[in-house]
């Protein structure tokens, strides 16, 4: 992939007015590694809604290969792409030296991946350290398998303008608020969207984030089954009575762009996203951009528990480069990288490295509309909460498991038999049936 979009001098020039801007220390590597003259390195990544990202991060790695004398042979892919990719590299021991991937992959294919424990070691040494989830997420069994990346940070995108119609000064902090809210504005003509369908990103964070802040979950601490619960049967009632009463009907078949798409013509009030709806206002100037504004997630009888869409950038072991494929790794969580492209990511990517959080430059520090997303890294959940990470969680999350238990009984099914279904899913699965 070329840096064609934007010259090495533009993307040096922004990184450096980053880099000046900083009251906090970002630490980079003691050691760096460089690599051997003319190695191949076949790096997939994931893509962002922002082109000027897409732009800026490969103009960055391309000038890195060319320091280091790499051939780079570089892909930006989404979020489905990467899990296809993943998958069949593992089945087939072929793919690139260096994929991205979301949620909890290096458990589940822990097998196929590097050990890449001493870069991960030392970058969080220099960066104020990792947050704890990402820490989960990336080690197995004492062993990272994975380099923890960024957060696709979520929060709730509401209009302004509707909710102050509706008699709300400010987003509710409570699902059963957003139930009351919800209502009153589906009976003005503008009702609530969140994802009931197949959707890895949006709809996994609005399905996970319900089940946990009603103090359910697929297991318990210790990892046992435990999905047939009162506190399950009281999150599908109230699933039941949001689709009812407060959403539009298209959501059982909405993917991860559909409530982008509800939202931005108009046909819907509140959903769950990332910053992308806002950008796409202010791009494209929609008449009501100005009252679009994000909230955090609301909480439950649990309190607020949010589930955390996090990106992981792992080093095939099958690569005949892994040292290069270190260095590489170790540049990419650099504040050579960090300082330029964070404060172009408008927050959609949130470096799961602890000093940046407050870092001037950064976006939720920068924007007001943004302030909503700051902190979420410190205190989301990621697939296996209560528990830790696992395989299983990550093939409970890839069935579709709790977003089909919550689409059935918003469809009509009985939350008994639907949640029934769900518990023994998952025993199938945890190998406890």
């Known amino acids: 992939m070329s840096n064609k979009g934007m010259s090495r ?44 990202n897409n732009e800026l991060l490969t ?35 072929a793919g690139p030296d260096v994929l991205e991937t979301v949620d909890i992959k290096p458990h589940q294919f822990a097998d196929v991946l590097a050990d890449v424990s001493d870069i991960c070691e030392e970058i969080g040494e220099a960066n104020g350290g990792w947050y704890p989830v990402a820490r989960d997420l990336c080690v197995v069994d004492g062993v990272w398998r994975a380099m923890p990346h960024f957060l696709a940070a979520h929060a709730m995108v509401y209009r302004e303008d509707l909710l102050s119609e509706a008699g709300y000064d400010a987003f509710p902090g409570t699902w059963d608020e957003v139930l009351t809210m919800g209502t009153e504005l589906k009976s003005m003509g503008f009702p609530l969207g969140f994802a009931l369908g197949h959707a890895g990103g949006d709809g996994n964070n609005f399905v996970y984030s319900v089940l946990w802040s009603f103090g359910a979950a697929v297991t318990d601490e210790a ?35 559909s409530n ?5 013509a108009g046909e819907i009030s509140v959903t769950n996203n990332a910053s992308s709806i806002l950008w796409v206002g202010r791009r494209d100037q929609v008449e009501f ?10 909480a439950g009888p ?31 969580n650099s504040p050579e990288v960090w300082l330029p492209l964070g404060p172009d990511g408008f927050a959609f990517i949130y470096p799961l490295l602890q000093n940046y959080e407050n870092h001037p430059a950064m976006p939720w520090n920068t924007d007001p509309k943004l302030a909503a997303f700051k902190g979420l890294a410190a205190t989301g959940k990621a697939l296996g909460y209560p528990g830790t ?45």
């Open 9 to 52: 001098r533009s993307f040096l020039k922004l990184a450096g007015a980053a880099a000046a801007a900083t009251a906090i220390p970002v630490g980079g590597l003691n050691k760096v590694l460089t690599a051997n003259a003319q190695t191949a390195l076949t790096v997939q990544l994931r893509s962002s809604f922002i082109p000027t």
């Open 59 to 93: 103009a960055l790695l391309n000038d890195y290969a060319a320091r280091n004398g790499l051939e780079l042979d570089l892909s930006l892919l989404n979020h489905q792409q990467m899990a296809e990719t993943l998958t069949a590299a593992a089945a087939s021991g």
């Open 223 to 257: 990892g046992v089954v435990n999905l047939d619960t009162p506190e399950t049967r009281q999150a599908c009632e109230f699933m039941q009575q949001l689709y009812n009463d407060a959403m539009i009907e298209t959501v059982l078949a909405w993917d991860d762009s």
């Open 260 to 264: 982008n798409r509800a939202f931005i």
């Open 289 to 298: 951009v100005d009252a679009i504004s994000h909230a955090s997630y609301p």
């Open 302 to 332: 649990a309190g607020l528990v949010q589930f955390l869409e996090l990106n992981t950038i792992e080093i095939l072991n099958f690569s005949e480069s892994i040292e290069e494929a270190k260095g590489l790794l170790s540049f990419i």
């Open 389 to 433: 990470p696992s395989a299983e969680a990550s093939e409970v999350a890839a069935s579709w498991i709790i977003n089909d238990m919550f689409a059935n009984v918003a469809s009509g099914e009985s939350i008994d038999d639907a949640v029934s279904e769900a518990h023994n899913a998952c025993l199938a699965i945890y190998g406890q049936d």
